[in-house]
């Protein structure tokens, strides 16, 4: 602070600082509390003080409104020193605060002008976005400028930007506003509303100060001298030594106003307290009668209430005087009542003399009788003792004989409880033998059923293997190897014959009226590539072929269960009802035992009759090998 002391050349005129704190607190500032509430009491007063101080030195201090908030960091700074913080305040005032009081109390155009210039010379782009949202210099340049930056910096960054600004021209303010604007310039760009702008201004950023204090220096190197604020504003002028120098540089009249304005708003402050003092005490007289004429109320209503009360108690006493007329008649009537009580009581004793001698004959006579019936009921006591014996006896000869009829009763109950229980056994077991053989019956339907389902899915396979292998067929035709895979083809066309004849056996019943079409339509294709191919094959290979394929059948079908499962791991298995999209007949597995064999008959039957036609086309070229043994083995089969 010694280095502020030297920069600023302060006076220290201790006897001009005396004589303004003589005058006491300014009526401007007499409630500064009120507006700025400050929890430290120490701090406001000195606050107080100092402000009072600048207005005894200039009026229009004692007018402006934003001076707390550009004295305060001042203040808290030198709260010590209250001389070297009064003369710093004016020194700030008197030279950096240039052209703020010439449109008083407007804020300060031309300063605010300065510090646009600037701003458009060096970052037109963020002066447009301002334009763009109606933001104008006393949004974004006059708050920092009224409350020197003490709102949006710590105190070591005041302090650190407050050095550079006090050790260069007073224009360096403005510089230092504009390097603050182009610093924080990408959060500004982000801003889209007035309101936004306006918390940005009065609340602390995420700012550089080196950096905001780097960017002003190159302002000032960088900005022209025609729009640079130093041509403006006049170099630096410290205080004078002895006395204050005068401060006049504000529009004079509109102070005078002011301070007419508040002096005669004193004025009329003071008449209404003196009102409101006339009115508060015709209050008080006002409620002194009141409170006279309520205690006057409550007394007329205790004096009335105390004569209800005489009036009640005298009630009461006349009250009891009738009641004790009325116990003395009742005394009265008591007396005559006992007068009559004794002669009553004389007669009554000569009356219960009479009647005791009376009693004492009946009770002669009493015991007498009593006597007499004693005689009578111990009589009666023997002869009910003597039925009571017998009656016993009778109980017991009673109980012997239910007893005899019990045991007897017993045995017969016990050999139907044997009976009984042999007959639930036999009944029991039957039941189970009856259940586990539904059981078994039902384990060999649903064996024969997934049975069904498995076969099922591998005709839908083998249907897929000769369709496949048909097309197979009829591509390799083209081919220069014609005549060697007709002989393959119908080798392997009499395999999977066999193959179906053999599952057809076993689901006949599901597929009886679907499938049976599908093989005619195969045995048909069938017969058309053996006609297609009868000029080109040779009759010695197609025997072999023939040959080697009924061979294999014989094995094939004796292994059939095993190749159902090996062909189910590799292909789609069916459930209830057969996959195929154009023969889509559900097909129930519960049908009658009698119906399934019969119609089992049928489709063999019609079997043996296609391969009987196969049999005889193949005769033409090359008599049979071993058709005939096959049907023979059917026929017995």
Same mark, same amino acid.
């Given at each position: 602070?010694?280095?502020?002391?030297?920069?600023?050349? %302060?006076?220290?005129?201790?006897?001009?600082? =005396?004589?303004?704190?003589?005058?006491?607190?300014?009526?401007?500032?007499?409630?500064?509390?009120?507006? +700025?509430?400050?929890?430290?009491?120490?701090?406001?007063?000195?606050?107080?003080?100092? %402000? @009072?101080?600048?207005?005894?030195? !200039?009026?229009?201090?004692?007018?402006? *409104?934003?001076?707390?908030?550009?004295?305060?960091?001042?203040?808290?700074?030198?709260?010590?020193?209250?001389?070297?913080?009064?003369?710093?305040?004016?020194?700030?005032?008197?030279?950096?605060?240039?052209?703020?009081?010439?449109?008083?109390?407007?804020?300060?155009?031309?300063?605010? !002008?300065?510090?646009?210039?600037? /701003?458009? +010379?060096?970052?037109?782009?963020?002066?447009?976005?301002?334009?763009?949202?109606?933001?104008? !210099?006393?949004?974004?340049?006059?708050?920092?400028?009224?409350?020197?930056?003490?709102?949006?910096?710590?105190? *070591?960054?005041?302090?650190?930007?407050?050095?550079?600004?006090?050790?260069?021209?007073?224009?360096?303010?403005?510089?230092?506003?504009?390097?603050?604007?182009?610093?924080?310039?990408?959060?500004?760009?982000?801003?889209?509303?007035?309101?936004?702008?306006?918390?940005?201004?009065?609340?602390?950023?995420?700012?550089?100060?080196?950096?905001?204090?780097?960017?002003? +220096?190159?302002?000032?190197? =960088?900005?022209?001298?025609?729009?640079?604020?130093?041509?403006?504003? #006049?170099?630096?002028?410290? /205080?004078?030594?002895?006395?204050?120098?005068?401060?006049?540089?504000?529009?004079?009249?509109i102070v005078d106003y002011q301070a007419q304005e508040r002096e005669k708003i004193r004025r009329d402050e003071l008449d209404y307290l003196h009102q409101r003092h006339a009115t508060a005490e015709l209050q008080r007289a006002l409620d002194k009668r009141r409170n006279e004429e309520e205690a006057w109320y409550r007394q007329q209503e205790l004096l009335n209430d105390a004569e209800q009360q005489r009036r009640v108690l005298i009630m009461e006493e006349e009250q009891k005087l009738v009641d004790q007329r009325v116990r003395l008649q009742a005394m009265k009537?008591?007396?005559?009542?006992?007068?009559?009580?004794?002669?009553?009581?004389?007669?009554? &004793?000569?009356?219960?003399?009479?009647?005791?001698?009376?009693?004492?004959?009946?009770?002669?006579?009493?015991?007498?009788?009593?006597?007499?019936?004693?005689? &009578?009921?111990?009589?009666?006591?023997?002869?009910? #003792?003597?039925?009571?014996?017998?009656?016993?006896? %009778?109980?017991?000869?009673?109980?012997?004989?239910?007893?005899? %009829?019990?045991?007897? @009763?017993?045995?017969?109950?016990?050999?139907?409880?044997?009976?009984?229980?042999?007959?639930?056994?036999?009944?029991?077991?039957?039941?189970?033998?009856?259940?586990?053989?539904?059981?078994?019956?039902?384990?060999?339907?649903?064996?024969?059923?997934?049975?069904?389902?498995?076969?099922?899915?591998?005709?839908?396979?083998?249907? $897929?293997?000769?369709?496949?292998?048909?097309?197979?067929?009829?591509?390799?035709?083209?081919?220069?190897?014609?005549?060697?895979?007709?002989?393959?083809?119908?080798?392997?066309?009499?395999?999977?014959?066999?193959?179906?004849? #053999?599952?057809?056996?076993?689901?006949?019943?599901?597929?009886?009226?679907?499938?049976?079409?599908?093989?005619?339509?195969?045995?048909?294709?069938?017969?058309?590539?053996?006609?297609? @191919?009868?000029?080109?094959?040779?009759?010695? $290979?197609?025997?072999?072929?023939?040959?080697?394929?009924?061979?294999?059948?014989?094995?094939?079908?004796?292994?059939?269960?095993?190749?159902?499962?090996?062909?189910?791991?590799?292909?789609?298995?069916?459930?209830?009802? !057969?996959?195929?999209?154009?023969?889509?007949?559900?097909?129930?597995?519960?049908?009658?035992?009698?119906?399934? #064999?019969?119609?089992?008959?049928?489709?063999?039957?019609?079997?043996?009759?296609?391969?009987?036609?196969?049999?005889?086309?193949?005769?033409?070229?090359?008599?049979?090998?071993? +058709?005939?043994?096959?049907?023979? *083995? *059917?026929?017995?089969?």
């Amino acid at each position: 602070m010694f280095i502020w002391r030297s920069i600023l050349r %302060l006076p220290e005129n201790h006897a001009a600082f =005396s004589s303004l704190i003589d005058k006491g607190t300014h009526l401007a500032w007499a409630k500064v509390h009120q507006t +700025y509430p400050i929890k430290s009491r120490k701090l406001l007063r000195v606050l107080q003080r100092t %402000l @009072s101080c600048l207005a005894h030195w !200039s009026a229009i201090f004692g007018e402006t *409104d934003y001076l707390p908030l550009l004295a305060f960091p001042f203040v808290k700074l030198f709260q010590n020193n209250q001389l070297v913080c009064f003369e710093v305040i004016a020194t700030v005032l008197a030279n950096w605060c240039q052209l703020w009081f010439e449109f008083f109390p407007n804020p300060p155009i031309n300063a605010l !002008s300065m510090v646009e210039n600037v /701003l458009a +010379y060096h970052d037109r782009k963020l002066l447009q976005h301002f334009v763009n949202y109606n933001v104008t !210099s006393q949004i974004y340049a006059w708050p920092l400028l009224e409350t020197l930056f003490s709102e949006v910096v710590t105190r *070591d960054e005041w302090l650190r930007m407050f050095d550079n600004i006090f050790s260069n021209h007073p224009a360096f303010l403005h510089l230092m506003v504009v390097a603050y604007l182009i610093s924080s310039r990408q959060a500004l760009l982000q801003c889209m509303n007035v309101d936004d702008f306006k918390y940005f201004f009065h609340h602390r950023n995420a700012v550089d100060i080196s950096g905001v204090i780097k960017e002003a +220096y190159r302002l000032d190197e =960088s900005t022209p001298d025609d729009i640079h604020p130093a041509r403006m504003l #006049e170099e630096f002028q410290p /205080l004078t030594r002895g006395q204050y120098p005068i401060f006049n540089k504000y529009p004079k009249f509109i102070v005078d106003y002011q301070a007419q304005e508040r002096e005669k708003i004193r004025r009329d402050e003071l008449d209404y307290l003196h009102q409101r003092h006339a009115t508060a005490e015709l209050q008080r007289a006002l409620d002194k009668r009141r409170n006279e004429e309520e205690a006057w109320y409550r007394q007329q209503e205790l004096l009335n209430d105390a004569e209800q009360q005489r009036r009640v108690l005298i009630m009461e006493e006349e009250q009891k005087l009738v009641d004790q007329r009325v116990r003395l008649q009742a005394m009265k009537r008591e007396l005559r009542a006992r007068e009559l009580q004794l002669l009553d009581g004389a007669r009554h &004793r000569f009356l219960q003399h009479q009647t005791q001698i009376k009693g004492t004959e009946l009770s002669r006579l009493d015991e007498e009788i009593e006597r007499k019936r004693i005689l &009578r009921e111990q009589e009666t006591q023997a002869a009910v #003792e003597d039925v009571e014996i017998r009656r016993m006896e %009778l109980q017991a000869q009673k109980e012997q004989l239910q007893q005899n %009829l019990a045991r007897n @009763s017993t045995r017969s109950t016990h050999q139907q409880q044997a009976d009984s229980e042999a007959h639930r056994r036999q009944q029991e077991l039957e039941e189970r033998m009856r259940k586990r053989a539904w059981d078994i019956e039902r384990n060999k339907e649903h064996e024969s059923r997934k049975m069904l389902q498995t076969q099922m899915a591998q005709l839908d396979q083998i249907k $897929g293997d000769i369709e496949g292998n048909k097309d197979i067929e009829y591509r390799r035709r083209m081919d220069d190897l014609e005549t060697e895979l007709r002989n393959m083809e119908m080798g392997h066309l009499n395999e999977e014959n066999k193959r179906l004849e #053999e599952e057809v056996q076993d689901v006949m019943a599901a597929v009886a009226d679907n499938k049976l079409d599908q093989v005619n339509k195969v045995e048909e294709e069938l017969n058309n590539l053996r006609t297609r @191919s009868r000029s080109d094959e040779h009759r010695r $290979g197609l025997a072999g072929l023939n040959q080697q394929t009924y061979a294999s059948f014989d094995t094939r079908r004796n292994q059939t269960t095993n190749a159902l499962s090996t062909q189910a791991r590799h292909k789609p298995i069916l459930n209830e009802f !057969s996959s195929s999209d154009e023969d889509s007949v559900p097909i129930s597995l519960d049908r009658g035992r009698r119906t399934f #064999e019969q119609r089992e008959r049928d489709l063999m039957k019609e079997v043996r009759d296609l391969r009987r036609k196969i049999a005889t086309e193949t005769r033409h070229l090359q008599p049979p090998i071993s +058709y005939d043994d096959d049907d023979r *083995d *059917d026929d017995a089969r």
